[in-house]
T-cell receptor
């Protein structure tokens, strides 16, 4: 079965510092990977996805993610964190054998400290 | 705003009751997915419909059912509710983008509280 793991529960970072949220995946076949963000009392917002091609994927709000096949990772990054980036971040993998359902990680709470 | 709408935003009901959650997908999207988000289970896929037909089932209880109507809106019916059904229920819709695969866009969710 396709799965992703987000090893950290919470990521604390000072405003202006680089932000990294980690995700590793386990898939059979080619991985289709996604990052979503959830702000308090809001739905999930799509940030970016990796289907194929360049290992560095650029997304919304200045976020990018690096796909690393050898390390089976898809870490989310932002060069300079903002206080408004404080939210819950989810990594997900598409299950191509399950009609494209998404399997989500447990989520990472990101806290950007002013 | 993703373009996916869900009603109601909040729902408070009692154990044993039945509720219906409604979802309107983005214009043109044929697929609708339902997910449940709870503290202990995280985000779990429940069921998928494509153009009115059920396509995939996940961890959906037998007390739960769904359907997608000709106008493509979908409803998730939860019956014989238990305390453990309290959760945030999300609907997502998707369409295949040429050369870019498929992306699911999520609605704001319905927060269900069973007392």
């Amino acid at each position: 079965a396709q799965s992703v793991a987000q090893p950290e529960d919470q990521v604390n970072v000072a405003e202006g510092n680089p932000l990294t949220v980690k995700c590793t995946y386990s898939v059979s076949g080619n991985p289709y990977l996604f990052w979503y963000v959830q702000y308090p009392n809001r739905g999930l917002q799509f940030l970016l996805k990796y289907i194929t091609g360049d290992n560095l994927v650029k997304g919304s709000y200045g976020f990018e993610a690096e796909f690393n096949k050898s390390q089976t990772s898809f870490h989310l990054k932002k060069p300079s964190a903002l206080v408004s980036d404080s939210a819950l971040y989810f990594c997900a993998v598409r299950d191509p054998y399950g009609n494209n359902r998404l399997a989500f990680g447990k989520g990472n709470q990101v806290v950007v400290i002013p | 705003d993703s373009g996916v709408t869900q009603t109601p935003k909040h729902l408070i009901t009692a154990t044993g009751q039945r509720v219906t959650l409604r979802c309107s997908p983005r214009s043109g999207d044929l697929s609708v997915y339902w997910y449940q988000q709870s503290l202990d289970q995280g985000l779990q896929f429940l069921i998928q419909y494509y153009n009115g037909e059920e396509r995939a089932k996940g961890n959906i209880l037998e007390r739960f059912s769904a359907q997608q109507f000709p106008d493509l809106h979908s409803e998730l019916n939860l019956s014989s509710l238990e305390l453990g059904d309290s959760a945030l229920y999300f609907c997502a819709s998707s369409t295949r983008e040429q050369g870019k695969g498929e992306t699911q866009y999520f609605g704001p969710g319905t927060r269900l509280l069973v007392l």
